[in-house]
Structures are given as structure tokens and as C-alpha cells.
């Protein structure tokens, strides 16, 4: 079963390097579960859409608004992970989003530095109470493009962003400087450990040259108290309801009986965060 919710050491890592990797957040047959219904899912794979990196590669993924009573929701819903994100976030939190990226082997985009601020900001979140959890399907090793983050950069506030391929991208400029001045992290992942991150971390993932996977589910929060002045293809404050982590297992064993039909899926022609950015070469060329 989950491990229950982050401790204070862990939040006190949190605050201060902008993220904190909980080991074994979930354990085998969770993951093993999951796994397996997001490999064998139609409805998942049909809703899936391409992100283009800018680099010559795709980054596959699937996205959707409301965690619903599917296994994944029970997973974005269970108690250990939403009361973690609201000891994070100091109070109650709703769900933002969830997605599963699907970094194929050979095939897999990398994902370009940027800070998840830097595209949510644009959808009327004023202030930058939002976290982000990313659960491992797979192995996350540098071979197969594990997440790599700065530590302590969400201290440097809300970096601007452009359009870089598909992707809101951070400006390079400033990034080189911050690398030159802070420490670049190799996120190395079981399936299972969940990485806590701030919406103001750096964080960029390579493409995957290997011959193994690297999916991964990220579950998106959002402070109650930080409910969008404006309507947004991600939603405003909707009441979440947990649930135990006991969930999981069972709904993972009833899997094929889910329903999609709760879960507000969002296709990429739907997807404005990065699509409102101006392009480098608009910003250049006014």
C-alpha cells in the first residue's frame, strides 16, 4: 500500500530545493496495476497526442481534467498523495490536471527546460501554489530521459517562456546563466518513487535513445485558495474528494469494469498553455 503522506523532513527538502523524491511512495502491486491498465488501454492510447520537442523528436502523452473513478483517478485521489500536496501547499488543494507521458523506446521526445508556471500561469493562476507529482511506471534512468531538474530555481520566480517546437520553453538565455550557478539533477526513478516538484522548478527531460520505456503519470494540484480569475481549458476550483489508498488495489482489480466517461479528456487541440506563448522568433520579430 501507499506510504502514507510526506513527513516534515520531507516537506522541510521540499521548500527548500523545490522538490523531494519519496522512494517507494507506491508499492509493487500498485504500480504493477497501473502499469499494466495504462499499457493495455484503448482509451488512453486513442486520446493520446504528440508535443513536438523542437529537437526532432515527440513527446507522446495522454491528458485529462477530472480524476474520475478510474484507476488512475483512484491513484490522483488517494489519500497519501493529496494530503502530501496539501501539506506542500498549506491547505486544501483540487485537482488540476493528471497525464501520462509515454516516452517510447528509440522513439520518445524530450521535453525542453521550462517550469510548469510558465505554462499554467497563462490560465489565470495568480499565484504559483501548485506542485506537481510524477509517478514512476517505469525505470526513469539517463539512458531512457529521466527527469532532470535545477535545484533551488523555483526561488528564481516565474522565468519567461516561449514557443520552442510544441513546447513552452524557458529563455535559454537565463537558463545557461542558472546552470552555471546551481546544481543539475539526474532524477533516477523505480517504478514507484514519486517526485514532489513546485511549479516554479526548472526541469527538462532528454529524448529516450534506449531500448526500454519511461512512462510516467504526473497528477497536477492547485491550491483551493488559488482559484483561476479566468475560465481555462484546465478547470477552477472543483472540490476533490480522497479516497483511501486502499482504492487503489481495488479498483485495479475491477480495471476493465472503469469507466472513462467522468474524466473530461483534453486532445491537443484543446491544449492552450503553450499554444498562447509567442514563438522566439515573434518575440524577436515584432
Not at 496495476?33 to 513527446?59: I, M, N, P, W, Y
Amino acid at each position: 500500500m501507499a506510504s502514507g503522506p510526506l513527513n516534515e523532513n520531507q516537506v522541510r527538502e521540499y521548500e527548500e530545493n523545490g522538490f523531494v523524491l519519496a522512494k517507494g511512495f507506491f508499492d509493487a502491486e500498485e504500480i504493477g496495476l497501473l502499469r499494466r491498465a495504462a499499457k493495455e488501454d484503448r482509451e488512453l492510447d486513442q486520446h493520446s497526442f504528440g508535443k513536438g520537442d523542437g529537437e526532432g523528436g515527440t513527446v507522446r502523452l495522454s491528458l485529462w481534467n477530472h480524476p474520475g473513478d478510474t484507476l488512475y483517478g483512484m491513484f490522483a485521489r488517494s489519500e497519501s498523495i493529496v494530503n502530501s500536496a496539501e501539506k506542500l501547499l498549506g491547505g486544501e488543494v483540487y485537482h488540476y490536471h493528471s497525464k501520462m507521458i509515454m516516452k517510447d523506446p528509440k522513439v520518445g521526445g524530450a521535453w525542453t527546460w521550462h517550469q510548469d508556471y510558465g505554462y499554467w500561469y497563462q490560465n489565470g493562476v495568480l499565484f504559483p501554489l501548485l506542485c506537481s507529482a510524477s509517478i514512476a511506471v517505469d525505470p526513469a534512468t539517463r539512458e531512457n530521459g529521466c527527469l532532470q531538474v535545477i535545484r533551488g530555481s523555483h526561488g528564481l520566480g516565474r522565468i519567461d517562456h516561449v514557443l520552442t517546437g510544441d513546447q513552452a520553453g524557458a529563455d535559454m538565455d537565463r537558463v545557461n546563466e542558472v546552470l552555471k550557478r546551481m546544481e543539475l539533477v539526474y532524477v533516477e526513478m523505480d517504478p514507484g518513487d514519486t517526485l514532489f516538484f513546485d511549479c516554479n522548478l526548472l526541469h527538462r527531460s532528454d529524448q529516450n535513445h534506449s531500448d526500454q520505456p519511461r512512462w510516467s503519470m504526473i497528477c497536477c494540484y492547485n491550491a483551493a485558495s488559488n482559484d483561476p480569475y479566468k475560465e481555462s481549458h484546465h478547470p477552477r476550483y472543483t472540490p476533490l474528494h480522497k479516497v483511501p489508498d486502499s482504492e487503489i488495489r481495488a479498483t485495479g482489480l475491477r480495471r476493465f469494469g472503469d469507466t472513462q466517461s467522468d474524466v473530461a479528456w483534453l486532445h491537443e487541440s484543446k491544449d492552450e498553455s503553450a499554444r498562447s506563448l509567442k514563438s522566439q522568433d515573434q518575440q524577436q520579430n515584432p
